[in-house]
């Protein structure tokens, strides 16, 4: 015999049982939420005018939890779940402004969330340069920008902004990048034209080759850009994140359409200070070399000696004259630690010129 849901009576009450415990675990975790932010309000009068946000801290509690994470849920979902609860908590006491490469819906708004959390203060700029500025002059505590992509390589005007001002890099975000179509209505037939990024149309050539030969691929300045035109448009249809596609009122017509499955951005967060050790950092350096020969080997010579990992080498032209150039290093290690901060000293003996751009921890994929 069935009730009037249809649910066989003992199925029924093994259903009630059962969402019965639900609600007492979500009771019990909203008091340990609520007492979590509490603590969090003591440690914030504790520090007395200190900073509020500190990467390092964030990141021994992610890893720490990813660690010992039992399942069902996946490391990658307790870790959104747990910096969402660290970002409420940190609101509490003051509202973190970070500022990011707008406008919203783009991948570097999805890396400040990823980061941050949902409650922050989210300043979207113009440009790589408005996002170092906001913070240069405290209009935003944070900035996040694209250094580098998997797929297109690095982002040279972060590259070359980062060596001339006085921020730190404290942080790094990897954030997968996959690319949607969407368009105001209906699947691929009738789509003329194809709006996206520069990199998003480059990213999805061989996909749009092979599904949309015939339409016309035009370059915008953003993808949040392209999904307002698209928006306006019935023949056109754009490329960007699903974020985009919610924002604009899009419906997504086909997901993950990226060439490269493993295509992936990593993003640098700037602020005033680098962090303190983690336990699992990341260095960042640029160094300019002497002129003489074997001058780069002699650079490097002293992280071979000390046996520290390079996971970044990269050369870009110096500003301060014809065919001179630095070299931006990616290092494993805290400028803080014995090894790294010896060869640190010694790369600085042999450098025309050399600058720590920051010690942070490193990101999880």
């Not at 509020?52 to 720490?64: G, K, L, S, T």
């Not at 819906?105 to 990823?114: D, I, L």
């Not at 650079?299 to 990269?314: H, R, T, Y």
Request: charged share 25%.
């Amino acid at each position: 015999m069935k009730d009037q849901a249809g649910t066989r009576p003992d199925v029924s009450a093994e259903l009630g049982a059962l969402r019965a415990r639900i609600d007492s675990i979500d009771d019990t975790l909203l008091a340990l939420i609520s007492e979590r932010a509490a603590l969090a309000q003591q440690v914030g009068h504790a520090k007395q005018g200190e900073r509020i946000y500190r990467p390092e801290r964030e990141a021994q509690i992610v890893r720490r939890l990813r660690e010992s994470n039992p399942g069902p849920l996946s490391g990658e979902t307790v870790e959104r779940l747990i910096r969402e609860i660290m970002s409420a908590c940190r609101a509490v006491e003051e509202v973190t402004r970070v500022a990011y490469l707008g406008p919203a819906g783009t991948f570097s708004e999805q890396a400040v969330h990823k980061q941050f959390g949902h409650e922050v203060d989210a300043l979207a700029e113009a440009d790589i340069d408005a996002c170092f500025h906001a913070v240069e002059t405290g209009r935003a505590d944070f900035a996040v920008v694209p250094v580098e992509n998997s797929t297109d390589g690095a982002v040279g005007r972060t590259l070359d902004l980062v060596v001339a001002s006085p921020l730190s890099i404290c942080g790094e975000v990897m954030l997968p990048i996959h690319q949607t179509l969407m368009r105001k209505h209906g699947d691929l037939d009738g789509i003329r034209r194809v709006y996206g990024h520069a990199q998003s149309l480059a990213q999805c050539q061989h996909w749009l080759s092979r599904h949309l030969p015939d339409a016309e691929r035009v370059s915008v300045v953003s993808n949040s850009e392209g999904a307002r035109r698209a928006a306006a448009e019935p023949v056109a249809a754009t490329l960007g994140s699903e974020a985009a596609a919610a924002l604009y009122g899009l419906s997504v017509v086909a997901a993950r359409v990226e060439d490269e499955a493993s295509n992936t951005t990593r993003f640098l967060v700037l602020g005033a200070h680098d962090a303190a050790p983690s336990g699992r950092d990341k260095t960042s350096l640029v160094m300019g070399a002497k002129n003489q020969p074997g001058a780069v080997v002699k650079l490097l010579q002293p992280l071979a000696d000390a046996g520290v990992s390079m996971s970044k080498f990269e050369s870009r032209p110096a500003r301060s004259g014809t065919w001179e150039y630095l070299f931006f290093v990616v290092c494993e290690g805290h400028r803080k630690d014995a090894r790294l901060a010896a060869a640190l000293a010694e790369i600085d003996s042999r450098a025309a010129f050399l600058k720590i751009l920051g010690s942070y921890p490193a990101a999880s994929a």
